[in-house]
């Protein structure tokens, strides 16, 4: 048996080469973050052809031109973030909006998950959005440029990654008041959270949704059936459960996130849900 990883660095027609390659060389399977959701579904559809289980998971194709897809609900997501937001703020005031890049699923799908509630709320004003990748200093200098563009900033709609963390770090830098922010289960924005008492909500994509994509890819090849889309439960963290993951910080990189346990008995569990 034979393991190839590779990383396309957010380059959609690099992944599509990766891919035709894997094809060329006749592997068994193939489990893909996509760099993008419409690019690589003609590979796709020639390595289906060829009879290549594919486990799409986290960022997600529009083709049903694989084997699984395997995904917490992205729409779900930004409806409980921006449900959190405007009620923290009181159902009105002035937000930032922070996103990953633009064209991947799960940006686009979290975005129009908060679209409802949002537009249910219309003296909550949007002054600005973000769409940076999911690291800290490309938020904390987005963030930083639209602080001194608005002297006003009721709350911080973050939907996901290290974006949070960049958010506090240039309200803490400029020297602004902390406000009610969203965010994902990134150490360091758990840590700030803490340090300086934020009001914030966090879920998280399980980091170990790569695991479980081997997990079905194996099922698959061995003749079980998998269903076609795996939906992953969101956990929630809030102020009731942060310390039960700052206890396990240390096991996890500064740039990291803290994810929960998982094991077989898990994956089982969850294939056997759907």
């Given at each position: 048996?034979?393991?190839?990883v590779?990383?396309?660095?957010?380059?959609?027609?690099?992944?599509?080469?990766?891919?035709q390659?894997?094809i060329d060389s006749?592997?068994?399977?193939?489990?893909?973050?996509?760099g993008?959701s419409?690019?690589?579904?003609?590979?796709?559809?020639?390595?289906?052809?060829k009879?290549i289980?594919?486990?799409?998971?986290d960022?997600l194709?529009?083709?049903?031109?694989?084997?699984?897809?395997?995904?917490?609900?992205?729409?779900q997501?930004?409806?409980?973030?921006?449900?959190?937001?405007i009620d923290?703020?009181?159902?009105?005031?002035?937000i930032?909006?922070?996103?990953?890049?633009?064209g991947?699923?799960?940006?686009?799908?979290?975005?129009?998950g908060?679209?409802?509630?949002?537009?249910a709320?219309?003296e909550?004003t949007?002054?600005?959005?973000?769409?940076?990748?999911y690291?800290?200093?490309p938020?904390?200098?987005?963030?930083?440029?639209?602080l001194?563009?608005?002297?006003?900033?009721?709350?911080?709609?973050?939907?996901g990654?290290?974006?949070?963390?960049?958010?506090?770090?240039?309200?803490?830098?400029?020297?602004?008041?902390?406000?009610?922010?969203t965010?994902?289960?990134?150490?360091?924005?758990l840590e700030?959270?803490?340090?300086k008492?934020l009001?914030?909500?966090?879920?998280?994509?399980?980091?170990?949704?790569?695991?479980?994509?081997?997990?079905t890819?194996?099922?698959?090849?061995?003749?079980?059936?998998v269903?076609?889309?795996?939906?992953?439960p969101?956990?929630?963290?809030?102020n009731?459960?942060?310390?039960?993951?700052?206890?396990?910080?240390?096991?996890?990189?500064?740039?990291g996130?803290?994810?929960?346990?998982?094991?077989?008995?898990?994956?089982?569990?969850?294939?056997?849900?759907?």
């Open positions: 048996d034979k393991l190839v590779t990383d396309a660095q957010g380059d959609a027609n690099v992944q599509i080469q990766q891919i390659s894997m006749d592997v068994d399977a193939i489990i893909l973050i996509a993008s419409t690019a690589p579904a003609r590979v796709l559809a020639d390595a289906c052809a009879g289980a594919i486990i799409n998971f960022s194709v529009d083709t049903d031109q694989v084997t699984a897809k395997v995904n917490t609900d992205s729409a997501w930004g409806d409980q973030a921006a449900k959190f937001l923290a703020i009181g159902g009105k005031g002035k930032l909006v922070l996103n990953g890049p633009a991947v699923s799960v940006s686009d799908d979290r975005r129009k908060a679209d409802a509630a949002l537009k709320h219309p909550v949007v002054l600005a959005e973000t769409n940076t990748p690291n800290v200093a938020a904390q200098e987005a963030v930083t440029s639209l001194f563009a608005n002297s006003e900033i009721d709350g911080i709609l973050s939907l990654g290290a974006l949070s963390a960049g958010a506090v770090l240039a309200l803490d830098k400029q020297g602004r008041e902390q406000v009610p922010i965010g994902e289960n990134a150490r360091q924005f700030l959270w803490k340090e008492g009001k914030s909500w966090a879920t998280m994509q399980p980091n170990w949704l790569g695991a479980f994509a081997a997990y890819a194996v099922q698959a090849l061995e003749g079980e059936d269903p076609v889309f795996v939906k992953i969101l956990p929630v963290i809030d009731s459960n942060i310390d039960q993951y700052l206890a396990r910080a240390a096991d996890f990189p500064a740039d996130y803290i994810y929960s346990p998982y094991d077989e008995a898990l994956f089982k569990k969850l294939l056997a849900e759907q």
